[in-house]
C-alpha cells in the first residue's frame, strides 16, 4: 500500500516484543514518520538511488511482552509504500542475530564475531554457531569452529573467537569463509542477520588503522536544529544526520556544524553530496581549515576552492572531510555549513553518515573526556622547569603566557574545546623548538646565600683542626687569625657563588695549617716552676658548637648573625688572651654567655605596657622560634638545589614568623608554630623531568592521553 498525501496514516496493530517496518524505496518516494504506542520514535526516509522492494526500513527497540501499535505517517507528501511489518512474539524468549554481517581480519589473526540477543531474553537459551567454506576454507584459510553458546536469562551478548591461518598461497589474495547460526533452543529463535561473511587477507590490504563511526554516535557534538534519522536504508549503519536552512531559526543558522573529539592522526567526513547542499567551513584545532586538493568535497567560487557538499547529482559515501597526517594525539574538528558563503533564505544543507577515526587506537571522545585529557596534560606542565626555556619573549616568556592562558580557559564555565586545543598547539610549539632550549639570555636574579651551611662547614673545620693542633700555641694562634678572615670574608660576600668561594679558601687555609716543627727543647731553668697547662682545645670546641648551633637558630636574620660574627671574634681574641686556664674558662663563660643572650632582631619595638594593666602570662617565644628554625634547616637541607621550592619555603617562614610574632597568647603561638610545620613538612621536591615527549594517561588498555602534547 502507498499514499503520496500528507500527514495520511497506516497503523498496526500487534502482541509481541519487537517489530520491524518493510517498505519499497525508491528515487521518488519520501519520509514518513514512524510512532510507536503513540510516541514518535524516528524520521524515515525511503528516497533511494534505486527502487528496492521488501526493504527493512525500521526495527523497534526491544518492548515489554504485551500489545503494542506501530503508526506510519506521510511526513512531506512525497509517496510512501508500506508492505507490512514483521513482529517477534514468542513469550519474551528473543531471537539471536549477528552484531555485524561482515568482518575482516588480517590472515594469522583471530577474529571475533559478536551475537545478540533481541526482543527479550527470558530464560536461557542456547544458539549454535559453524563456520563454513566461501572463496577459502578450512585447513588453508581459517580453522573449522563449532560452538554451542548458552544465554543465561537477562544476557544479551556473547562472542565468538575463529582463527585464521597465515597462508602462504596466493599470499596477496583475499579469501572468505562464513560464520553462520544454524538453530536455537528453548523456543527462542534466529533473526534476520544470521550469518556473516569474513574476509582474510594480508596486512596490507586492510583498512589500517582506522575506526568508523556512526553518524548519530554519541560522542559527536552536534548543534541544534538537526536531523536525526534511523534505519534510513542505503546508509552507514542505516541512520543518517542533516540539517537545512530552510528548517533553523535565524539564530541557529549562525552556527549550523557537527564536531568531533578524537584522539588519532586524522579524521574523514562521509556523507552526501546533492545540487541543494552548500558551502562548508572546517575547524581544527581552533583553526580554519583553508582547502587543498585531496582534503574532500570542494566547490570553486571565484577561482578558489571551499569544501562543499555541493554537486551536479546527488550521491552517497562520500567524502565531504579528509584530514590526515596530523600529529598523534587530541583533536577537534568542526564542520560547519558557512552562513557567509551560502545564502541563508534558501533551504541550502548539509548530510552526514560516517565518522572515520585514523591512527592507532584512535576513537571518538566526547567533549568532557577531551577537556579532561587536556586538564590533565595542563597538570604535567605545571611541573615543568620553565628555567630550561631561554628567557625570550619566544620561550619562556610565551610558555608561561599560553600556560595562564589554559588553566584560564579550562577553569571556565564554558571551556571551549576548539580554543583550547588552539592555546595546546601553541603551547606544544614551544616546547618543540629545539632553539627555545638553553642558557639564558637575560641575567637571572642572584639566589640569596646560603650562610647557614658555609658557617656550619667553617666551624666543623676549626673545630677539627684545634683538635689536631693540640697544645701548639702558636698554630692555634695561627688558627684564630684564619678564623677571622673566614668569618669577615664569609660575612662580605653578597652572593652564593662568593660564599663558596670565601668557604673554599678559609677549609683551604686552614687545612694547610700544620702543627708548628718541634725545636730541641732547651733546658729548661730548674728555679723556674712549670707553667700549668692551659685545655684551649676544650674551650675552641665548646666556642664552635655554641656558633654553629646559634647559627642554625638565628635562621636568616642577617643583622642578628653580623652581630654573631662580632661577638665569634671578640671570644676568639680573648681566648687567645688567656695566659691560664681560669682566664680561658672565664673568656669562653663570657662569650657562651654573650652568645646564648643573642636574640633574632625584633620585628618592630614593643609598645610600653599599660601601667594599670595586669601582667600578661608569658609566651614562650624562644622555643617557637628555635622549633622553626630547626625545621626550616632540615626542610633547606632536604630540598638540595631546588630553588622553586625553596622560594615556597622562604614564603612559607615569612608567613611563620609574621604569625608567631603577631601571636598574644601561648595558645596562640603554639597553633601558628604547629600550622607552619605542617605546611613546612608537607612541601616536597618538584619532580624534575626532561622529556622530549610525554604520554597522558588512556581509557582501558589506552586511557585518556596527550602524546602530542609532551613535555621537552
Known amino acids: 500500500m502507498w499514499t503520496n498525501q500528507k500527514d495520511a496514516s497506516v497503523t498496526y496493530r500487534f502482541n509481541g516484543t519487537k517489530a520491524y517496518v518493510?517498505?519499497?524505496?525508491?528515487?521518488?518516494?519520501?519520509?514518513?514518520?514512524?510512532?510507536?504506542?503513540?510516541?514518535?520514535?524516528?524520521?524515515?526516509?525511503?528516497?533511494?538511488?534505486?527502487?528496492?522492494?521488501?526493504?527493512?526500513?525500521?526495527?523497534?527497540?526491544?518492548?515489554?511482552?504485551?500489545?503494542?501499535?506501530?503508526?506510519?505517517?506521510?511526513?512531506?507528501?512525497?509517496?510512501?509504500?508500506?508492505?507490512?511489518?514483521?513482529?517477534?512474539?514468542?513469550?519474551?524468549?528473543?531471537?539471536?542475530?549477528?552484531?555485524?554481517?561482515?568482518?575482516?581480519?588480517?590472515?594469522?589473526?583471530?577474529?571475533?564475531?559478536?551475537?545478540?540477543?533481541?526482543?527479550?531474553?527470558?530464560?536461557?537459551?542456547?544458539?549454535?554457531?559453524?563456520?563454513?567454506?566461501?572463496?577459502?576454507?578450512?585447513?588453508?584459510?581459517?580453522?573449522?569452529?563449532?560452538?554451542?553458546?548458552?544465554?543465561?536469562?537477562?544476557?544479551?551478548?556473547?562472542?565468538?573467537?575463529?582463527?585464521?591461518?597465515?597462508?602462504?598461497?596466493?599470499?596477496?589474495?583475499?579469501?572468505?569463509?562464513?560464520?553462520?547460526?544454524?538453530?536455537?533452543?528453548?523456543?527462542?529463535?534466529?533473526?534476520?542477520?544470521?550469518?556473516?561473511?569474513?574476509?582474510?587477507?594480508?596486512?596490507?590490504?586492510?583498512?589500517?588503522?582506522?575506526?568508523?563511526?556512526?553518524?548519530?554516535?554519541?560522542?559527536?557534538?552536534?548543534?541544534?536544529?538537526?536531523?536525526?534519522?534511523?534505519?534510513?536504508?542505503?546508509?552507514?549503519?542505516?541512520?543518517?544526520?542533516?540539517?537545512?536552512?530552510?528548517?533553523?531559526?535565524?539564530?541557529?543558522?549562525?552556527?549550523?556544524?557537527?564536531?568531533?573529539?578524537?584522539?588519532?592522526?586524522?579524521?574523514?567526513?562521509?556523507?552526501?553530496?546533492?545540487?541543494?547542499?552548500?558551502?562548508?567551513?572546517?575547524?581544527?584545532?581552533?583553526?580554519?581549515?583553508?582547502?587543498?586538493?585531496?582534503?574532500?568535497?570542494?566547490?570553486?567560487?571565484?577561482?578558489?576552492?571551499?569544501?562543499?557538499?555541493?554537486?551536479?547529482?546527488?550521491?552517497?559515501?562520500?567524502?565531504?572531510?579528509?584530514?590526515?597526517?596530523?600529529e598523534e594525539g587530541w583533536h577537534a574538528v568542526t564542520l560547519q555549513l558557512d552562513p557567509k558563503r551560502n545564502d541563508t533564505t534558501k533551504n541550502i544543507g548539509i548530510q552526514v553518515d560516517q565518522f572515520i577515526t585514523h591512527g592507532e587506537d584512535s576513537a571518538l571522545y566526547t567533549k568532557e573526556e577531551l577537556l579532561q585529557a587536556m586538564k590533565n596534560w595542563k597538570d604535567e606542565l605545571d611541573k615543568f622547569d620553565q628555567t630550561s626555556l631561554k628567557n625570550t619573549p619566544e620561550a619562556r616568556q610565551a610558555f608561561k603566557s599560553n600556560l595562564d592562558k589554559l588553566s584560564e580557559q579550562l577553569s571556565a564555565s564554558d571551556a571551549k574545546p576548539q580554543e583550547v586545543l588552539k592555546t595546546a598547539t601553541a603551547l606544544q610549539t614551544i616546547l618543540d623548538k629545539e632553539e627555545n632550549y638553553g642558557v639564558e639570555e637575560t641575567p637571572a636574579q642572584p639566589e640569596e646565600p646560603n650562610y647557614d651551611k658555609a658557617m656550619a662547614s667553617l666551624a666543623e673545620a676549626i673545630q677539627n683542626k684545634s683538635k689536631g693542633l693540640g697544645s701548639d700555641k702558636e698554630a692555634k694562634k695561627k688558627l684564630v687569625e684564619l678564623s677571622e678572615q673566614a668569618l669577615t670574608a664569609i660575612e662580605a660576600a653578597k652572593t652564593q657563588d662568593a660564599v663558596d668561594k670565601a668557604l673554599q679558601a678559609a677549609l683551604t687555609s686552614i687545612n694547610q695549617l700544620q702543627a708548628t716543627p718541634k725545636e730541641e727543647p732547651k733546658p729548661e731553668p730548674p728555679a723556674q716552676p712549670e707553667e700549668p697547662k692551659i685545655d684551649y682545645d676544650k674551650a675552641m670546641a665548646s666556642l664552635a658548637e655554641a656558633i654553629q648551633n646559634k647559627s642554625k637558630e638565628l635562621g636568616s636574620d642577617k643583622e642578628a648573625k653580623k652581630k654573631l660574627v662580632e661577638l665569634s671574634e671578640q671570644a676568639i681574641a680573648a681566648i687567645e688572651a688567656a695566659k691560664t686556664q681560669d682566664a680561658v674558662d672565664k673568656a669562653l663563660q663570657a662569650a657562651l654567655t654573650s652568645i646564648n643572650q643573642l636574640q633574632a632582631t625584633p620585628k618592630e619595638e614593643p609598645k610600653p605596657e599599660e601601667p594599670a594593666q595586669p601582667e600578661e602570662p608569658k609566651i614562650d617565644y624562644d622555643k617557637a622560634m628555635a622549633s622553626l628554625a630547626e625545621a626550616i634547616q632540615n626542610k633547606s637541607k632536604e630540598l638540595g638545589n631546588d630553588k622553586e621550592a625553596k622560594k615556597k619555603l622562604v614564603e612559607l617562614s615569612e608567613q611563620a614568623l609574621t604569625a608567631i610574632e603577631a601571636a598574644k597568647t601561648q595558645d596562640a603561638v603554639d597553633k601558628a608554630l604547629q600550622a607552619a610545620l605542617t605546611s613546612i613538612n608537607q612541601l616536597q621536591a618538584i619532580p624534575k623531568e626532561e622529556v622530549k615527549h610525554s604520554n597522558l594517561p588512556t581509557e582501558g588498555v589506552k586511557e585518556l592521553s596527550l602524546v602530542n602534547q609532551a613535555l621537552r
Open 22 to 326: 518493510v517498505s519499497t524505496v525508491d528515487p521518488n518516494h519520501g519520509e514518513m514518520s514512524v510512532y510507536v504506542d503513540g510516541q514518535k520514535v524516528a524520521d524515515v526516509q525511503t528516497n533511494n538511488a534505486a527502487r528496492k522492494r521488501s526493504q527493512m526500513v525500521y526495527e523497534t527497540d526491544d518492548l515489554a511482552p504485551g500489545e503494542h501499535t506501530i503508526k506510519l505517517v506521510n511526513k512531506t507528501g512525497k509517496a510512501i509504500a508500506t508492505e507490512g511489518i514483521y513482529t517477534l512474539n514468542n513469550a519474551g524468549k528473543g531471537m539471536f542475530e549477528l552484531k555485524e554481517t561482515t568482518y575482516e581480519v588480517q590472515k594469522g589473526q583471530p577474529v571475533t564475531v559478536t551475537i545478540k540477543r533481541v526482543g527479550g531474553s527470558k530464560g536461557a537459551a542456547t544458539v549454535h554457531v559453524v563456520t563454513e567454506p566461501g572463496t577459502g576454507v578450512h585447513g588453508k584459510v581459517y580453522k573449522d569452529t563449532t560452538a554451542d553458546l548458552t544465554f543465561q536469562e537477562g544476557e544479551t551478548e556473547k562472542t565468538l573467537t575463529i582463527p585464521t591461518i597465515d597462508f602462504t598461497e596466493q599470499a596477496d589474495s583475499i579469501f572468505d569463509f562464513k560464520v553462520k547460526m544454524t538453530s536455537a533452543s528453548d523456543e527462542a529463535l534466529l533473526g534476520f542477520a544470521s550469518e556473516a561473511t569474513i574476509r582474510v587477507m594480508k596486512a596490507e590490504l586492510l583498512q589500517k588503522d582506522q575506526v568508523s563511526h556512526d553518524d548519530q554516535a554519541s560522542q559527536l557534538d552536534y548543534s541544534p536544529g538537526w536531523h536525526h534519522e534511523t534505519n534510513s536504508s542505503g546508509k552507514y549503519q542505516n541512520t543518517e544526520s542533516w540539517a537545512s536552512f530552510g528548517r533553523l531559526t535565524e539564530e541557529q543558522k549562525k552556527n549550523a556544524s557537527v564536531t568531533a573529539y578524537f584522539y588519532g592522526t586524522g579524521l574523514e567526513i562521509k556523507g552526501f553530496v546533492d545540487p541543494g547542499h552548500g558551502i562548508y567551513k572546517v575547524i581544527l584545532d581552533g583553526k580554519k581549515v583553508e582547502y587543498q586538493d585531496g582534503l574532500g568535497n570542494a566547490s570553486d567560487v571565484n577561482g578558489k576552492k571551499y569544501f562543499s557538499g555541493t554537486a551536479a547529482t546527488r550521491q552517497g559515501d562520500q567524502t565531504l572531510v579528509r584530514l590526515t597526517g596530523l
